[in-house]
C-alpha cells in the first residue's frame, strides 16, 4: 500500500520539496496562532499600557496549563507520522482518535483549573504597588473567559498535530485562518465597544465596551470555532487518518503509548511554561513599563522565530514518517538539510530586527504616553539583544524535532531544561539582580538560553542514538492494541 503523503514525496525522492511543502503552511498556520495574541496586544495597547502588562502576567500561567495537555499532541503526531511511513492507515487512525479523546479530557480538567484558579496563581507573583492595584485584576479577569475556551482549543490543537504527522499542513492551515480572521473582527469590537447607529434606529450602546474582558470572549469564542470545524474535519470528512467516532472509546494499550511518549513532552513543554512564569515573578518586580514591554517583546520575537518553528515541526514528520518506514539516513539528512535552512533564514532576520528594532515596535505599541514612551525604549533593546540568538534558535528548533519525531521526547526534554533551568534562568536571576545591568541583565540571560542549547542538541545530534523508530514495524497494526483482521492483510502484504 503506497499512501498519499508517500507520494509526495516524504519518504521518496528529494528531501527540498517535501521538507518545504510541510513547513511553509506550518509557518503560516504558527503565524496565524501568534496572531491571536498579536491582536490582542495590537488592541490593548492603544486602549491601555496596563491591559498589555496585564497579558504580560497572565500569559506565563497561560502557557503553563496549554502546555501540559498539548505535550501529549506531540506523541499522536509522532506515533501517526511512523505508522503511515509504515503503510498503517488503519493504526493511524486508532491513534488519532485515542489522542484526540486523551487531550480534550485534559483540556476539560485544566479548564476548571485554570477558571477557578486565576486569582491564586496570581497572587504568587510578588508585586509592587502598581501592579496589585492596576495590573492584577485585569489578568484575573482575562484568564477567567479564556480557560473557559481551553477544551476548545486543545481539540484543534490535537486534530492539528495528527494531520502534521500524516503529512497535511495546509487543511490546519485554513482553519485557523478562518478562527483568526473571526478574532481579528471581534477584538476592536469588544475591546472598545460600538456606539449607536442612527440610521438603524439605534440608540445608545450596540456593544459595549469590555476592555480587556471583550480581548478574552473574543479569542474563546474563535477557539470555539477552530475545535470544532477541525473534530469535524477529522471525524466527517477523507481528510487526514482514518479516525472514526468508535476510536474514541478508550483503549488502554494505546493510550498507554500515547503517555509513554507524552509524558516527557508535557513535562519539557510544562518545565518551559514553568520557567517564564519565574522569569515573569523576577520581571514583575520592576515597574510596568519593563514587564508591557517583556510581554511585547516576547510576542514580537515569537513571530521572527516561526521559520525555524515550521522547520522543526516539519522536521518531526520527515523524521517520524521515515523512521516508520525504516529509511534513517534520509531521516538524518533531511536534520541536516533543514537545521542549515533553519540557520541561514534566522540569521537574515537577526540583521533585519538588530537594525530596526525601534520601529518594529512602535507598530504594535502607542506612544501618546510616557508610560507607553519607556515601553517601547525596554521593548526595542529587548529586540535588539535577543537577535544574538536568531541563528541558534534556527538549529535548536529542528534539533529538537528530529528528536520528537523519532519519539525520543526524553532527549528533548533534557535539552529543554538545559536551555531554560541550566541557563536562561539562572542567568536573568544574576545579571538583572546581582550586576547594575537591571533590565539589560533580563534581555542578556533570556538570549543565553537557546545558544547553549542549541550547541547541546547539535553534539547530542552527532551521536546517531536517536534513530530508532518507537513503532513496531512487524506488527503495525496491532503494535499498541488491536485492529480488524482486514487491516492486519493488508500491513502484512
Do not use: C
Not at 477544551?151 to 495528527?162: N, R, T, V, Y
Not at 499542513?169 to 478574532?183: C, D, E, Q
Not at 447607529?197 to 477557539?223: C, D, F, S, W
Amino acid at each position: 500500500m503506497v499512501t498519499s503523503t508517500q507520494s509526495d514525496g516524504i519518504t521518496d525522492g528529494g528531501l527540498v520539496r517535501p521538507l518545504f511543502h510541510l513547513a511553509w503552511p506550518i509557518v503560516v498556520t504558527q503565524l496565524l496562532q501568534v496572531a491571536y495574541n498579536v491582536a490582542d496586544a495590537f488592541w490593548l495597547g492603544r486602549y491601555s499600557a496596563n491591559a498589555v502588562g496585564a497579558i504580560s502576567l497572565a500569559f506565563p500561567l497561560i502557557f503553563f496549563l496549554i502546555a501540559f495537555g498539548g505535550g501529549f499532541n506531540v506523541a499522536g503526531s509522532t506515533l501517526v507520522a511512523q505508522y503511515m511511513g509504515a503503510d498503517s492507515d488503519g493504526s493511524a487512525g486508532k491513534v488519532g482518535g485515542q489522542t484526540l479523546g486523551f487531550v480534550v479530557t485534559i483540556g476539560v480538567v485544566l479548564s476548571v483549573v485554570g477558571h477557578f484558579g486565576a486569582g491564586p496563581m496570581l497572587s504568587l507573583f510578588p508585586s509592587n504597588v502598581a501592579t496589585a492595584t492596576d495590573v492584577v485584576p485585569l489578568a484575573e479577569q482575562y484568564m477567567e473567559i479564556f480557560f473557559l475556551g481551553l477544551p476548545f482549543m486543545f481539540g484543534f490543537l490535537a486534530f492539528s498535530a495528527l494531520l502534521r504527522g500524516y503529512g497535511d499542513t495546509r487543511t490546519p492551515m485554513r482553519v485557523m485562518a478562518i478562527t483568526v480572521v473571526l478574532n481579528v473582527v471581534l477584538d476592536p469590537i469588544l475591546v472598545f465597544g460600538v456606539g449607536s447607529v442612527p440610521a438603524l434606529g439605534i440608540e445608545g450602546q450596540l456593544v459595549p465596551e469590555m476592555g480587556i474582558e471583550g480581548a478574552a470572549v473574543a479569542t474563546l469564542v474563535a477557539r470555539a470555532v477552530g475545535g470544532l470545524v477541525g473534530v469535524y474535519v477529522l471525524f466527517f470528512t477523507d481528510t487526514g487518518p482514518d479516525v472514526r467516532l468508535a476510536h474514541l472509546a478508550p483503549d488502554l494499550d494505546y493510550i498507554e503509548d500515547i503517555v509513554r511518549i507524552g509524558v516527557p513532552s508535557a513535562l519539557e513543554q510544562s518545565a518551559g511554561a514553568l520557567a517564564m512564569v519565574m522569569l515573569t515573578v523576577m520581571i514583575v518586580t520592576f515597574e510596568p513599563a519593563v514587564i508591557a514591554a517583556y510581554g511585547l517583546g516576547n510576542r514580537l520575537i515569537s513571530l521572527v522565530f516561526l521559520p525555524a518553528v515550521g522547520l522543526g515541526k516539519a522536521t518531526n514528520t520527515m523524521v517520524g514518517q521515515n523512521l516508520g518506514a525504516g529509511k534513517a539516513d534520509r531521516a538524518e539528512r533531511a536534520v541536516k538539510l533543514a537545521a542549515k535552512v533553519g540557520a541561514g533564514v534566522m540569521l537574515a532576520l537577526a540583521v533585519l530586527a538588530a537594525l530596526f528594532p525601534k520601529p518594529i515596535v512602535e507598530v504594535f505599541m502607542a506612544t501618546g504616553t510616557a508610560e507607553a514612551t519607556r515601553t517601547v525604549e525596554y521593548a526595542s533593546e529587548y529586540l535588539r539583544i535577543r537577535t544574538i540568538e536568531f541563528a541558534f534558535i534556527g538549529v535548536f528548533q529542528v534539533l529538537v524535532g528530529a528528536y520528537r519525531g523519532a519519539g525520543n521526547t526524553k532527549i528533548a526534554m533534557a535539552l529543554s531544561m538545559i536551555t531554560l533551568w541550566l541557563i536562561r534562568v539562572p542567568a536573568v536571576y544574576l545579571l538583572a539582580f546581582e550586576t547594575s545591568l537591571g533590565p539589560t541583565g533580563i534581555w542578556i540571560g533570556v538570549a543565553l538560553g537557546h545558544i547553549v542549547g542549541a550547541i547541546a542538541a547539535a553534539v547530542w545530534f552527532t551521536r546517531g542514538t536517536w534513530k530508532e523508530a518507537v513503532i513496531d514495524s512487524d506488527q503495525t497494526n496491532s503494535s499498541v492494541g488491536s485492529e480488524p483482521e482486514a487491516d492486519r492483510a493488508v500491513a502484512e502484504d
